[in-house]
């Protein structure tokens, strides 16, 4: 650590999205000090992203009141593919045109403080084993249900990244084979069948078809916003249509968390992300009772399978404790 940081010095945890940078400085204890936000406005290119990144972090250490000479490291938290070790980001699907960019390196270079880059469902997952729904486990799966399907590993209390950093992809587990065709290539993956994607793409279908159904009402007859959100009031409404999907989504999830179960045989699953924020205990309850019908032994004790309790926070707390970790270690 350089002058005037200590062990107890603040980390700044940064969630990189498509849409938007969110930046927290944060204390050893967990609490939020102080944040910021910026538009990531991806179309201008990397280099404006990464300049976006480390004036989002400084503006958080501002809005803390905290130098950042005083601040110990910046955790980001990135989607997609990357490598953790050497802090670059592959590729990601929400950044056109990012390929090999050395993350870490860059956004250090500007600020003049050590960074460390890990995957953002990963870190959502750390931030909940540790601060979250999941505090207390040892061996945890988080599973995060929104416009893709991701997750991530913490196994005898720490996160799990794979021999080829690829660890936690649950989303791309096969679970309908020869089904609807994955944003990766492949067909009947969890993601095809079981994301708000997919539903969507089921729900506009049905309506297409002459399906009753509450969300022209709710959306708009072009169905321009068929958010988590509104998919809940329809379910809560009686939609029958929106019933359906979603709970055909459910039971894919179920049939998912069976096999990870009977694979790892974790504490806890924690599910997070938009459908899961929306609709709470309704929508976990029948991917539950699904799991229970595919677990082995059949005379299982129930699993614990709960909701994710750090909401939007939950990619910059994980970032943090990242950098509270690599920078405690190295």
């Not at 005898?156 to 944003?183: K, T």
């Not at 539950?288 to 909401?311: C, F, N, T, W, Y």
Request: proline share 5%; with cysteine; net charge neutral.
């Amino acid at each position: 650590m350089g002058t005037g940081q200590s062990s107890s010095s603040p980390v700044v945890g940064v969630d990189l999205g498509g849409t938007k940078i969110s930046a927290a400085v944060v204390s050893r204890a967990g609490k939020i000090l102080g944040r910021a936000r910026k538009r990531t406005k991806a179309h201008l290119g990397a280099a404006e992203v990464l300049a976006r990144i480390s004036l989002a972090v400084r503006q958080a250490a501002e809005d803390a009141e905290t130098p950042m000479a005083k601040v110990a490291a910046v955790g980001i938290g990135a989607p997609g593919p990357l490598d953790p070790s050497s802090g670059v980001l592959l590729s990601a699907p929400n950044l056109p045109g990012w390929h090999d960019v050395p993350l870490a390196r860059e956004i250090s270079e500007a600020l003049g403080i050590p960074v460390y880059v890990e995957n953002d469902v990963n870190l959502g997952t750390l931030s909940e084993h540790v601060l979250g729904a999941g505090r207390g486990t040892k061996d945890m799966v988080g599973v995060f249900v929104g416009t893709g399907v991701g997750g991530g590993l913490i196994l005898d209390g720490r996160l799990r990244s794979g021999a080829r950093h690829a660890a936690g992809e649950i989303g791309h587990m096969v679970v309908a084979a020869g089904g609807p065709y994955c944003g990766c290539g492949r067909q009947g993956c969890l993601e095809a069948v079981a994301s708000r994607t997919a539903m969507e793409r089921d729900l506009r279908a049905g309506i297409a078809a002459g399906r009753e159904s509450l969300l022209p009402e709710l959306a708009g007859p072009r169905l321009k916003r068929l958010t988590s959100s509104v998919l809940a009031r329809a379910w809560k409404g009686g939609c029958p249509l929106t019933r359906e999907v979603v709970g055909r989504a459910q039971w894919y999830l179920g049939l998912h968390a069976a096999s990870i179960v009977n694979l790892l045989d974790p504490e806890m699953l924690v599910y997070g992300g938009g459908m899961t924020e929306a609709m709470g205990e309704e929508f976990l309850a029948p991917i539950r009772e699904v799991a229970l019908q595919h677990l082995m032994p059949k005379d299982s004790a129930p699993i614990r399978l709960a909701a994710a309790k750090l909401g939007d926070d939950a990619g910059v707390l994980g970032a943090a404790l990242l950098a509270q970790q690599r920078s405690t270690t190295e």
